[in-house]
């Protein structure tokens, strides 16, 4: 009787001992994962322009391209975008100045979303194989079910709907 408990034991210690190594190798590699989404070891000194665009000297920026420098000169004395910063969230701001200002604008946004293409397709992947398996071959055109699966647009259903001519009985 002891000798099957002893065994229980030992199997249950061992589905543990298992189920621990499989959390920390999944653990290790997300971590891995993370690593390529962002940047490492930031200095957060040569980025502080991007929250303060209006309140940072052209001292501070000595480490960026020439292109850079100049846009963020331009960029820092227009008034009008100084409303707009207090007004908008951060991303959007930069998002709103990107045909003016090009240069500048991409290289804070590429600090503000770092993972944002990656994580869209790999949502779109998801989709498309879950559409895939779900209706298999018969689908011919995956397009027209991807798309929305992956929008973030709600559809005008009463709109849609009043488009549609009411079919009459007869």
């Not at 045909?99 to 993972?115: K, Q, R």
């Not at 498309?128 to 005008?156: D, F, G, M």
């Amino acid at each position: 009787m002891f000798s099957s408990v002893d065994n229980f034991v030992i199997e249950k210690i061992y589905r543990k001992t298992f189920i621990a190594k499989t959390i920390v190798d999944h653990l290790k590699a997300l971590e891995v994962q993370f690593q390529t989404y962002f940047i490492l070891n930031i200095d957060l000194q040569k980025i502080v322009w991007i929250p303060k665009p209006f309140w940072i000297g052209l001292s501070e920026i000595d480490h960026l391209p020439l292109k850079a420098k100049e846009e963020f000169a331009e960029l820092s004395c227009d008034s009008n975008l100084k409303l707009q910063y207090r007004k908008k969230p951060l991303t959007e701001f930069w998002i709103g100045i990107r045909t003016e200002f090009p240069t500048i604008a991409d290289m804070a946004l590429n600090v503000l979303l770092p993972f944002n293409t990656t994580y869209l397709c790999e949502v779109t992947f998801s989709a498309l194989t879950h559409i895939k398996s779900q209706y298999r071959s018969a689908i011919k055109n995956v397009e027209e079910v991807l798309r929305p699966a992956v929008s973030n647009i709600t559809p005008r259903f009463d709109f849609l709907c009043n488009k549609k001519q009411v079919h009459p009985t007869h």
